[in-house]
Antibody, heavy 126, light 107 residues
């Protein structure tokens, strides 16, 4: 069964750090680009970060650039999000997701998040 | 960043109704548009990718259309299990922005 399982969430004080993990199983993890997406309480989905399949390229939302670092261990089928200098506005459920790519007619590819974990909750509060 | 705007914010409909949700991009994105369904307390699930391609396992009552800046998600006959929040998302460029969501309720 294709599965993603997040862990590492919890309560942390403003300015603190947390490291999220996402364990992948049931597919060739090293072949896929991976995402972190978050959802604040009662709010919508927000893309946080993306990492290329071989970890050679990363991208971040402006709101977390310089504070969060995405990484992966393909040998351990794991994705990580190191979160530093946490703020109250980082409070959210954090999901990891797999990016599927489908060839488009005429060249290029379509991208979508086809497998999601159940999420892990991060609360930043004093 | 490309802004994605959905309408309506919320929608109440009866079982069996045809339901349409719209999504507008702030710039042209060809057909790089995905639709997700999120039930309360659950992770999102992709319904439609590339504007109109139905993801495997998704019921055929769901369909998507559009190109450029204007897109629609249609449920041909609303079922009780379709109660959820629906999000569009562009995959034309980074960052992968989502719409604000449309909450669908049963009347």
């Amino acid at each position: 069964e294709v599965q993603l399982v997040e862990s590492g969430g919890g309560l942390v004080q403003p300015g603190g750090s947390l490291r999220l993990s996402c364990a992948a199983s049931g597919f060739t993890f090293s072949s896929y680009w991976m995402y972190w997406v978050r959802q604040a309480p009662g709010k919508g989905l927000v893309w946080v970060s993306r990492i290329k399949s071989d970890a050679s390229s990363t991208s971040y939302a402006d709101s977390v650039e310089g504070r969060f670092i995405i990484s992966r261990d393909n040998a351990e089928n794991s994705l990580f999000l190191q979160m530093d200098s946490l703020r109250a506005e980082d409070t959210a459920v954090y999901y990891c997701a797999r990016e599927e790519r489908v060839a488009a007619a005429g060249g290029g590819s379509y991208y979508y998040m086809d497998v999601w974990g159940k999420g892990t909750t991060v609360t930043v509060s004093s | 960043d490309i802004q994605m705007t959905q309408s309506p914010f919320s929608l109440s409909a009866s079982v069996g109704d045809r339901v349409t949700i719209t999504c507008r991009a702030s710039q042209r994105i060809s057909t790089y548009l995905n639709w997700y369904q999120q039930k309360p307390g659950k992770a999102p699930k992709v319904l439609i990718y590339a504007a109109s391609s139905l993801q495997r396992g998704v019921p055929s009552r769901f369909s998507g259309s559009g190109s450029g800046t204007d897109f629609t998600l249609t449920i041909s006959s609303l079922q009780p299990e379709d109660i959820a929040t629906y999000y569009c998302q562009q995959s034309y460029t980074m960052p992968r922005t989502f719409g604000q969501g449309t909450k669908l309720e049963i009347k």
